[in-house]
């Protein structure tokens, strides 16, 4: 009895770490006052005002659409990465694997300010080009690491068995091997969805004047006074991933319920 007690209080103690900041943003959203410590009382204000700022809709715009780009690049080329990795043996595997853990573990100011040399190096001019291809060169260790355990999960012979049966080699790929690695591949896709928004210091060393993300414009507001529409932003934010999140959720408990 003591232990199960205690198991939940524990639980609900990490909850209220990882939660509590966030109910504070999302009720202070719906703040009249612009103070950050003081209830002024219940407005929809902030959200009407939000959506006529068009700092904050350019950075979201940008956001959102170096986000989905970024994620669909990604998830193709790290899938692939992924089927060409698990074909591999001994220690070319073992060499490959560590240098895709690598970008993941590498601090983020060493990649933006690597990433930043680079494209001016090789005379890309930096904005929402430098920037799109920055996030995916960021996003590829998540996705070819959701992949590669559905792949050690999909058993060998099915692919020889597509080839038996008579489909080429891409059919196999494209009717047997991806729809058993299917979640494995959502998942990266949302990990590099969420991964692109989320960043910020790689962000800001690959983009250039006029492009900037909403973590930059965050960034720049915050240095000025914290606005109140930013609590909104946020909060329609976490909403969506929230929504996201239920949704892919249900398509699998769905795919499962239908084996």
């Not at 995916?136 to 999960?153: D, N």
């Amino acid at each position: 009895m003591v232990r199960r007690v205690s198991s939940r209080v524990y639980l609900a103690l990490v909850f209220l770490f990882l939660y509590a900041p966030i109910a504070v943003l999302m009720i202070f959203s719906f703040n009249s006052a612009r103070s950050r410590g003081v209830w002024g009382g219940f407005t929809l204000d902030w959200y009407a005002q939000l959506f006529h700022d068009r700092q904050i809709m350019s950075s979201l715009y940008y956001t959102i659409a170096c986000a989905v780009l970024a994620s669909v690049f990604a998830t193709v080329l790290g899938t692939v990465a992924a089927i060409g990795l698990s074909g591999m043996r001994g220690l070319p595997r073992a060499l490959t694997a560590q240098l895709v853990y690598l970008p993941m573990i590498n601090p983020d100011i060493v990649m933006g300010l690597s990433l930043m040399l680079l494209f001016i190096s090789i005379k890309i001019p930096l904005g929402f080009l430098s920037m799109l291809l920055a996030h995916i060169t960021f996003c590829l260790p998540f996705v070819i690491l959701s992949v590669l355990p559905k792949l050690k999960q999909t058993q060998a012979e099915l692919y020889d068995a597509a080839l038996d049966l008579g489909a080429t080699p891409l059919m196999a790929y494209a009717k047997v091997i991806i729809p058993q690695i299917r979640p494995g591949i959502l998942t990266g896709f949302l990990l590099a969805f969420t991964m692109s928004i989320d960043d910020f210091v790689v962000s800001f060393f690959t983009t250039g004047n006029g492009v900037t993300n909403v973590a930059i414009t965050i960034y720049a507001m915050a240095r000025r006074g914290m606005n109140p529409k930013i609590n909104a932003l946020l909060t329609i934010m976490f909403a969506g991933v929230i929504l996201l999140l239920f949704i892919a959720n249900r398509r699998t408990a769905d795919a499962k319920t239908r084996r």
